[in-house]
């Protein structure tokens, strides 16, 4: 698959002044070296020279991938009059939201109450020198329009405020500052209660999210008509759905998993020739997207699709699953085995110019006949099926699959594999005549947090789905993190040609823990999970709440915000609570260490009244609840890790969808460096290899052959 080369973004003339983002670690932040603002990174110089000369911050946050930052940095940033207006009244800070989600969480916050939860990026704040925010709103207009105020106006209006009301806006922005710490880090008590959480509110979680999706097409029905990818609320309709013994209620939950991953696969949202997924569907048929393919969008996506495989042997699911991993492996993987973050909607300027087709330019590369039959296919008509707002009267279209593969093949009297492999080659020619446009900026640093939900994506689809090669990727880009982004034992939040930011936050530890939990159960590697039990010592030291459960943000050796906050709820990825949860009940079975049981039980407790009232933005920690109280599955294999027999037994516990199954294993007889009650006395029966089953504090009776303990997993998988 050929690998397209990025294009250089046109920029402006620089300035006489000295930039100070040239060098940043951040792409996005280069991007902007040299607009004629005078741009600062966040740190100790700015915020104390904006505290010297006494001036207000003008604080933008976005990232590399943002459409509408590109298109305010073009119509105001790079605009010489409102950059004078801004060097004038300002100093001007840029954030890369990917490298510091600490500053974005917190602004953004302060966004949603100026615009009463109108938030996103590029998200425009303004701080008195102290760091409050008394102004904040997303995307501006460089003069009047779309019922928005001029930038360059609104920043005259705010200078000249801030000159005659100054005292009102200072008392405004402390009020809002005590409201967000009272929002953000509000102090836990953990108290002595039983736990105010149940399988039965989960339960509940899972059918008010199901009841919310559209039965029809898949998807979250938020009111609107965008629609993102609802991996984790699929994740928790799995878990709850394995347990149900309600047929219907189960089929339900099944189906909105199942019809979501069709018509995701299906439509414009999935890149068809080179795989990968877009960021959101701005239509309910998912057809058009916008453009932008995020890193961790193709992690979560594809633990959804492994896992829905699992419980049905689904051939589409499978290759979803494979596509959108092998699209990481050939445009994100960095050489060193990292993955970067992005993928830019824009090329040429114009947001999806590099992915719709005319089908003139189908017809030239394919044929007469074969384009007929890919353009039937894929949904491609001489009028177009989508409205490019930058050529509004072009003939632009989408690749999507309006109709199964199958139903074409039998409406064509083509034989299925005939067809697919026809429209294989097709999408290999148009994928190199593709290769030759202009490509979307990649954004090339490589976030721990990120990377560590794709290593647990490919370690989880290497084994389940038999493709040794996706685990070979994830022990490389494990083995990258651990040697460039640790210092010292801490981690480090983003890499980028050999340069390192300083600082990591607790979701960079969570997942990374998880991806390693992942990769220990896909390798047996004894190594990956002693590194996960490190790390999470390590969060455990510097991140968590003495005074009261759970996890903060930031390190305890973190700078100093207006709010040391805790990643309580689910957005774009999971919080970093809710996958510690997780983290911290699996290695309390795989290490029998009480510790990490104790903590758990804390976050359950005192977290439990958050959880209720935000259960839609709680999935992923309402999936710890479920590991927690439904009960872990231990399953322990002794037995030669090359001995076909061995395999076999993994093969059987790996193809069994068990959600609380922890999967461990050693040779025998060998020293066991992780010291795990699971493989502690287990010895083969008759010298053959055999695999341990325990739930609940009982262990089944030993099983050396591979069908046995499939029928044996099949009844712990079976609803009850």
Known sequence: MPRPADSDRATPAPPAAAHRLAQSTSPYLQQHAHNPVEWHEWGDESLALARRENRPIFLSIGYSACHWCHVMAHESFENPEIAAVMNRLFINIKVDREERPDIDDIYMQA?????????????????????????????????????RPGFGELCERIGQLWSTHRDALERDAATLTEHLRAALAAPISTGDAAPGITLELVDRAADILADAFDARRGGLLSGGTNKFPPSMAMELFLRSAHRTADAARREKLLQRVFVTLEHMAAGGINDHLAGGIARYSTDPDWLVPHFEKMLYDQALVTRVAVDAHRVRRDAGADAFA??????????????????????????????GAYYVWRQDEIGRALG?????LFCTAYGVRPEGNWVDPHEPGAPKNILHLPIPLATLADTRRIPLDELQRRLAESRKRLLAVRGERPAPHRDEKILCEWNGLLIAALARAGRVLEEPRYVAAAVDAAGFLLREQRRDGRLLRSWRDGRTLGVAFIADYANLVDGLIELYEATWEPRWLLEARALTRTAIEHYWDDAGAGFFTTADDHESLIVRARDLRDSATPSGNSVMLMNLLRLAVMFGERDFADRAERMLRALSDEVRGALGASERFLC???FSLAGAVE?????????????????AADSTHIPGAVVMGAPPGAPDPLSSPLLAERPQLDGAPTA???????CDRPETSPDALLRKLAIIARPR
Do not use: H
């Open 111 to 147: 966004t949603l109450a100026y615009t009463n939860g109108q938030g996103g990026w590029p998200m425009s704040v303004w701080l008195t020198p102290d760091l409050k925010p008394f102004a904040a709103g997303t995307y501006f207009p460089p003069t009047a329009r779309y019922g």
């Open 322 to 351: 494979r596509a959108i991993l092998d699209y990481c492996i050939e445009d994100l993987r960095a050489p060193g085995g990292g993955f970067y973050s992005s993928r830019d909607a824009d090329s040429e300027g114009r947001e």
């Open 368 to 372: 007469a006949a074969e384009a007929e």
């Open 624 to 626: 710890g609840v479920d």
């Open 635 to 651: 399953i322990a294999i002794i037995g030669d890790p090359a001995d076909p027999r061995t395999l076999a037994l993994r093969r």
């Open 692 to 698: 341990y089953v325990c739930r609940n504090y009982v």
